[in-house]
């Protein structure tokens, strides 16, 4: 396992078009999240999973937003109806449990959105 | 209020040189951890270094270290001996409290290590 893989790497969709992203974390972390970025912004945190229970949602994601992570391994972010505000970069990371350390999630390459 | 404060948009450095990104937080939660990653152009943020709020030394991690005054609510990132490849965002990000998940990042700066 070499870390965190996100698929596709790019994707390019009509506004009003479905789109799905996959996450596949480091096997050993029973966390997952999910941020997106926009240019010349920072990451902002959308979701968090623990194992296969989603824990917390941002007020960010709309209801058109849901993510699954099914059996609490790969995690899927699915946007309905996309609009043009939903161009971003989607990053998600995956880390250890409570008491496995302090150290920072580990991020995939993301999947880079453009709605047109 | 930002949480935290990236205020340099872009840096420039000559190769070989020393480099400070700073970074100041606001928070009122005693336990915390502060981050520092590096997203080169191809989109991953890369780990380089951590501190907790109650380290009493400065995190080192071969030629990164943080530079952590607790009082001014500082956290600065000194890369030393800048490499070209060094070139990328930088963000300065932060967990609150000993069970929370989620990091707030900054906004970002740009390092740019000129030949």
Redo the contacts between chains.
Sequence with gaps: DTGVSQDPRHKITKRGQNVTFRCDPISEHN?L?W?RQTL??????LT?FQNEAQL?KSRLLSDRFSAERPKGSFSTLEIQRTEQGDSA?Y?C?S?PG?GQG?????????T?LTVV | AQK?TQTQPGMFVQEKEAVTLDCTYDTSDPSY?L?W?KQPS??????LI?Q?SYDQQNATEGRYSLNFQKARKSANLVISASQLGDSAMY?C?MREGR?N????????TLLTVNP
């Design positions: 966390r999240y941020y010349g912004q920072g990451p902002e945190f968090y917390e970069m990053l990371a880390s409570a302090n150290y920072g999630y580990t991020f995939g390459s993301g880079r | 935290i951890g981050f990653y191809s989109g991953e943020m890369i780990f951590y907790g963000f990000a069970s998940y989620k990091l707030t990042f900054g906004k970002g």
